[in-house]
């Protein structure tokens, strides 16, 4: 499911943290460095290495619009930098200038939170990038955090096993202990679940620790009552502490690294395992997938970082239903096409479309008509818009068969090759693109980063010719 595709070996220490935006992977470590890298080759940007951390480097984060970049370290320090440029654009100072252990934005960019060794919780203006609030835990590390996808609050994980749940006052709204031994990693699932009862909205949240174990959770929040934090249940399969835990973007796949040096991907409608990477020598310290592309990073302190990338035939992390051939669209069952309504934002018709036994068959022949006179759906606008994606839907289908395949591609810039050429290491790439791979003194491999044995780049004739081919066979239209 997972293929190993580059290997980023830059850092000349231990990994702690690695973050992706849209466009841009961010890396940091022991090093005291932090690493920005283009998604389209895996090349590093002109600026970087971010230099300006006295000591080691535990996290970083891009804001969600991907043009600011935060990274924390021992220096008691939260550093913003442009992700355009690498301009350093503030140094936020931790309140008693702890350790600052981990950062993150809120997804609306309002805040930034930092936290530190002593257990201060420090709330940052992301605009004025001004001190805002400031708390602590009641003991402890703090070492984990996570925003819920609407903003309204956060949650901490300290050292001592604890997962507090603050709103943007610095009110402590929970405290849950989770793991014996300690946290060390949550994330909260960007996709909400289906309401649950009593006016309930629910978002699924895991945390790792210490104990070798992954705790899944619901997070229930109620319009007076607050936030109630319940344990679902707890995934096996790590036999050593769990470093790190990231769910997809779509919320299907859930990422775990740990001192046993694997990487386990678990499914979350069923909590199995689908496969677990063992490619690291070292303890895994992080992972995290990209948000709106195929791609798994994994770092180590084995002083790699692991790209990976999913098989697009296979549900996986960034895609969602209406990704699919016609074909899978047309067995959806019902509840496949629920979670469909729920990723276009139409959530508030998922009762409806089930009281009327709406599949995949009968979603793609819904019509003006049938939306009116049989599903009684009286807003205009909705109707509108429930048409508008469907259309896209089957526009999306119709494409699919046209796909250009793999091999067509180049690795660097994952564009359809011109003139394919054979490099050293046995891989075709543009040749374009490889000439310019290796005169920036690149003499490495860019799929597997290891040294190639030779600069010679050969015509590959026979791959040139497929491509005419398939270039010639496509629609006109296309």
């Given amino acids: 499911m997972a293929t190993l595709i580059h290997t980023l070996a830059d850092h000349s220490d231990d990994i702690n943290y690695c973050a992706f935006s849209s466009s841009c992977l961010a890396t940091c ?26 000591y080691a480097v535990h996290c970083c984060c891009f804001s969600p619009s991907g ?6 370290s021992t220096d008691g320090t939260t550093a913003v930098w442009d992700a355009g440029d690498g301009r350093r654009l503030a140094v936020l100072e931790q309140p008693g200038g702890s350790p600052v252990r981990v950062c993150r934005f809120s997804p609306g960019a309002a805040y930034l939170v930092s936290g530190a060794a002593d257990g201060t919780v420090a709330l940052w203006n992301a605009r004025s990038l001004k001190l805002h609030r400031s708390g602590n835990v009641k ?42 031994l300690g946290v060390t990693c949550c994330d909260i699932s960007s996709q909400p679940i289906s309401d649950g009862e009593h006016g309930f909205r629910s978002f699924q949240m895991a945390s790792c620790g210490q104990d070798n174990q992954i705790k899944l959770w619901l997070l229930l929040v109620a319009d007076f009552s607050g936030v109630e934090l319940k344990h679902k249940c707890t995934l096996g399969g790590h036999s050593a502490p769990v470093l790190a835990c990231a769910f997809s973007y779509d919320g299907q796949l859930l990422v775990s690294g740990s001192v046993d040096k694997s990487v386990i991907i678990y499914e979350m409608s069923t909590g199995n395992a689908l496969q677990t990477l063992t490619q690291h020598t070292r303890y895994v310290t992080t992972c995290a997938f990209a948000p709106y592309s195929p791609l798994l990073a994994t770092g180590s302190m084995d ?3 692991n790209i990976w990338q999913f098989d697009l035939k ?11 051939p016609q074909a899978a669209v047309e067995a959806w069952s019902e509840d496949d096409v629920s979670a469909w309504l729920r990723a276009q934002d139409l959530a508030d018709l998922v009762g409806l479309f089930k009281t009327n036994n709406i599949d995949g068959k ?30 896209d839907l089957r526009m999306k289908m119709a494409s699919a068969s046209a796909a250009v395949p793999e091999e067509f591609l180049c690795p660097i810039t994952r564009e359809l090759m011109k003139d394919p050429v054979i ?18 003194n690149r003499r490495s491999s860019p799929m597997t980063n290891l040294p190639l044995p030779s600069l010679l780049l050969t015509p590959n004739r026979t791959l040139k ?14």
């Fill in 29 to 54: 470590s022991l090093d005291k460095t932090v690493r920005v890298y283009s998604l389209n080759s895996f090349t590093e940007l002109p600026y970087s290495p971010l230099k300006g951390h006295t």
């Fill in 67 to 72: 043009h600011v970049l935060a990274s924390c």
């Fill in 139 to 180: 003991d402890g590390s703090l070492v984990a955090c996570a925003f819920s996808p609407n903003g309204n609050f956060f949650v901490t994980g300290s050292s001592c096993g604890d997962l507090t749940i603050w709103d943007d006052k610095m009110r402590c709204l929970h405290n849950e202990k989770a793991h014996d």
């Fill in 303 to 305: 002083k790699t970082v």
């Fill in 314 to 324: 296979q549900p996986c992390a960034g895609t969602t239903a209406e990704d699919e």
């Fill in 362 to 391: 009968e979603l793609l022949n819904l019509t003006k008509e049938s939306l009116t006179n049989e599903l009684k759906i009286e807003s205009l606008g909705l109707r509108s818009k429930v048409l508008q994606k469907i259309e």
């Fill in 423 to 440: 490099a050293a290491d046995g891989y075709s790439y543009e040749k374009e693109a490889m000439e310019s791979w290796i005169s920036t």
């Fill in 465 to 478: 010719m497929a491509i005419g081919r398939w270039l010639e066979a496509r629609p006109k239209h296309d």
